[in-house]
């Protein structure tokens, strides 16, 4: 089975009132190699794992001359991680099944990641509050927020689920044990069953 992840984000530059100051396009990310590591664990049901938990920011980007985007997929930290923030799920990370469709959206208040920013990661599974921690699921180079002193860096990114040969329910399962959704497990039981007597005829369209 394969399973493709698509991440965009955008930048809202606020005032300490919440009013939009200025924003940027949206651009896309690279979706790393580990992230499919961390869905595998949460479908094993690994200890003490979690979905996507924390937004990490750093200083290390390297906007020009970038590596190839091949190489971006197989990297496991930002260059130069200086500050992440705890990721609470149904407030800052939300599902849309119709459109599959993980929306993740942070607040860096004035005071907080206040360097100058240009490259960001999310981590789940075993991460916590330390630097480098955990699996790194996605990374984005870019060039540094136009944030003046006393002004709100928000920021949102939608990760959009696809798959050629996934049931629905399967693409939903994922999305859900990445949001943290509440008394969900992963793989839990095989059934078997005795079939449909018209699939001896035709398999079915799912």
């Known amino acids: 089975m394969k399973i493709f992840l698509n991440g ?17 396009a949206s651009r896309t990310n690279v979706v790393v190699f580990r992230a499919m590591d961390l869905i595998a664990g949460l479908l094993k049901d ?16 390297q906007l020009e001359n970038p590596p190839p985007k091949d190489t971006l997929r197989r990297i496991l ?8 923030k705890p990721l609470i799920s149904d407030e800052n990370i939300a599902y849309d099944a119709a459109s599959r469709t993980i929306t993740v959206q942070v607040t860096f208040g004035p005071h ?9 990661g999310l981590y789940g599974g075993n ?3 330390l630097p480098d921690s955990g699996y790194l699921i996605n990374y984005a180079v870019h060039e540094v927020p136009d944030r003046r002193e006393g002004e709100l860096l928000k920021r949102e990114l939608k990760l959009t689920l696809t798959s050629d040969d996934m049931l629905d329910s399967a693409l939903d399962l994922v999305a859900a044990l990445l949001s943290n959704a509440a008394d969900l ?17 035709g398999v079915p369209t799912f």
């Open 127 to 129: 991460a916590t509050a």
């Open 112 to 120: 907080e990641a206040v360097k100058a920013l240009n490259e960001y």
């Open 46 to 61: 690994e200890p003490q794992f979690k979905g996507i938990a924390y937004w990490a920011v750093g200083t290390g980007g």
């Open 185 to 201: 497990s992963g793989i839990q039981y095989l059934a078997v069953g005795t079939g449909d007597p018209k699939w001896d005829q």
């Open 8 to 24: 965009k984000y955008q930048d809202i530059i606020c005032d300490v009132f919440g009013r939009i100051l200025r924003r940027t």
């Open 77 to 84: 930290h930002l260059n130069n991680e200086i500050y992440r």
